[in-house]
């Protein structure tokens, strides 16, 4: 009997990468307006090379990116550089298709649902908040609350103690297969792989199920109850 699902929030919930590319070129611009003497397109590449080294949720990746090119910070342009991305992030930050509704009708179904990231806490709680999707999820489990990232048993055997569920009771939905699907598998849960969200041309993802819209969930939850009673 299904009784949890868990889901990845970045690229499975919300559309991540699309917003951080367009939040880093809205700073771009807007520091370059405020007196950035640097060609826009060096400038995306040396701050996605402070990414890669980083990490993608690096919260100080301009002033890196002013100190290492400049010697120092000039204030006036990390600013706009900051006001710029956030507006961006604001406007840019939105959900799959059907994500409001599928969850929605997995609390109808009366399963609980949760939420394990790698992204820091804060971070995780404003996307969540922003996006009016705090109230559906029973627990949210990040990179601060274990100190482990996926594919590490940590972060997911937390979320199932805090749901006080069994793994075989729980599904796993997420994008990224080395991490969600390699490390939800090892431990027994059931794995769906969302190839809405894949950006890695992914071929085979060793998934139980995978899906091209979030709404084909409910009959994979549908499918495993009716096993499980008949």
Not at 25 to 31: E, F, G, H, P, R
Not at 96 to 117: D, F, I, N, T, W
Not at 126 to 155: A, G, M, S, W
Not at 199 to 212: L, P, Q, V
């Given at each position: 009997?299904?009784?949890?699902?868990?889901?990845?929030?970045?690229n499975?919930?919300?559309?991540?990468?699309?917003?951080?590319?367009?939040?880093?070129?809205?700073?771009?611009?807007?520091?370059?307006?405020?007196?950035?003497?640097?060609?826009?397109?060096?400038?995306e590449?040396?701050?996605?090379?402070?990414?890669?080294?980083?990490?993608?949720?690096?919260?100080?990746?301009?002033?890196?990116?002013?100190?290492?090119e400049?010697?120092?910070?000039?204030?006036?342009?990390?600013?706009?550089?900051?006001?710029?991305?956030?507006?961006?992030?604001?406007?840019?930050?939105?959900?799959y298709?059907?994500?409001?509704?599928?969850l929605?009708?997995?609390?109808?179904?009366?399963?609980?649902?949760?939420?394990v990231?790698?992204?820091?806490?804060?971070?995780?709680w404003?996307?969540?908040?922003?996006?009016?999707l705090?109230?559906?999820?029973?627990?949210?489990?990040?990179?601060?609350?274990?100190?482990?990232?996926?594919?590490e048993?940590?972060?997911?055997?937390?979320?199932?103690?805090?749901?006080?569920?069994?793994?075989?009771?729980?599904?796993?939905?997420?994008d990224?297969?080395e991490r969600?699907i390699?490390?939800?598998?090892?431990?027994?849960?059931?794995?769906?792989?969302?190839?809405?969200?894949?950006?890695?041309?992914?071929?085979?993802?060793?998934?139980?199920?995978?899906?091209?819209?979030?709404l084909?969930?409910?009959?994979?939850?549908?499918?495993?109850?009716?096993?499980?009673t008949s």
């Amino acid at each position: 009997m299904i009784k949890a699902v868990i889901f990845d929030l970045d690229n499975t919930l919300v559309d991540f990468i699309a917003m951080k590319h367009a939040a880093i070129k809205a700073a771009i611009l807007a520091m370059i307006d405020t007196g950035l003497k640097m060609p826009k397109d060096a400038v995306e590449r040396k701050i996605y090379e402070i990414y890669d080294e980083e990490g993608i949720e690096d919260q100080k990746v301009f002033d890196k990116f002013l100190t290492k090119e400049f010697g120092q910070i000039d204030y006036r342009i990390h600013a706009a550089g900051i006001v710029g991305y956030r507006r961006a992030r604001e406007a840019a930050l939105v959900l799959y298709p059907h994500v409001q509704l599928a969850l929605m009708e997995l609390v109808k179904r009366g399963l609980q649902l949760g939420v394990v990231s790698d992204a820091p806490r804060l971070q995780a709680w404003l996307r969540l908040c922003q996006l009016n999707l705090q109230h559906f999820f029973e627990v949210v489990i990040t990179y601060d609350d274990t100190k482990k990232r996926k594919p590490e048993p940590e972060p997911f055997v937390k979320a199932l103690e805090t749901l006080n569920v069994s793994r075989h009771e729980t599904i796993m939905v997420g994008d990224w297969v080395e991490r969600d699907i390699v490390g939800a598998k090892s431990l027994g849960m059931k794995t769906v792989f969302v190839r809405y969200g894949d950006r890695f041309d992914t071929e085979n993802s060793g998934a139980d199920y995978e899906i091209d819209d979030i709404l084909e969930l409910l009959d994979i939850v549908d499918k495993l109850s009716h096993n499980e009673t008949s």
